[in-house]
């Protein structure tokens, strides 16, 4: 369980895909102008993660190694499929809003490169520790850029009006440069959670290999 646990940190904070890895980062941008995208597009996501992984780790040794690029992007296409067509079903306006990025899951370097890098060699148990991390690390950056973004932006979150009548929205936090501004926030935010978080457990270690002595 703690090995367990410690893949699925990798993907919140330790590696997360977007302010450690430094991939996806198009996709975004584009989408946090508002929470409500920034959640529709981070469940997608993780959706299309994990099951794509299951079922790469699943059939890996039956997959010839010369053809299976052309086999992750077939499976990460129809879960991507999948998802965009019920998207389209029951939550057309959202899937209105975010336009292309949908269907451009299939590409994401997210996906196919934890699929390449872990799912292809890893067993199944350890396959949904690491998808369900670095879904959820994902995820929990876009709904905090959009949070942030459409709160100044706009003065609203999730399309609710937070900020009083009286306040005069900045349209900077909605364009690209703001979005890019806030993400550096957060990636100054995120080293320094891990340092702080590394410094602790370098504290235990210690302290255990007192009290082992």
Sequence with gaps: MKKLYKVFRQGLIFENPLLMLMIG???????????SNGIGMGLAMTFVLLF???????????????IRIPVFIIVIAAFTTMVDLVMKAYFPDLSKSMGVFIPLIVVNCIIMGRVEAFASKQNLVSVIADSLGMGLGYTWVL???????????????????????????I????????????FSLFI???IWLKKKMEASQRTKELAAKKEAA
Excluded: D, H, W
């Excluded at 980062?25 to 929470?35: F, G």
């Design 25 to 35: 980062l198009c996709s975004a941008i584009a989408v946090t102008t508002s929470v």
């Design 52 to 66: 794509s992984e299951v079922i790469i780790s699943l059939f890996r040794k039956l997959i010839p190694s010369a």
């Design 143 to 169: 709904i905090g850029l959009a949070a942030v973004r459409e709160l100044l932006g706009n003065g609203t979150l999730a399309g609710i009006q937070i900020m009083p009548s009286s306040y005069q929205p």
């Design 171 to 182: 349209l900077f936090f909605i364009l690209p440069p703001g979005g890019f501004f806030v």
């Design 188 to 190: 100054a935010f995120n």
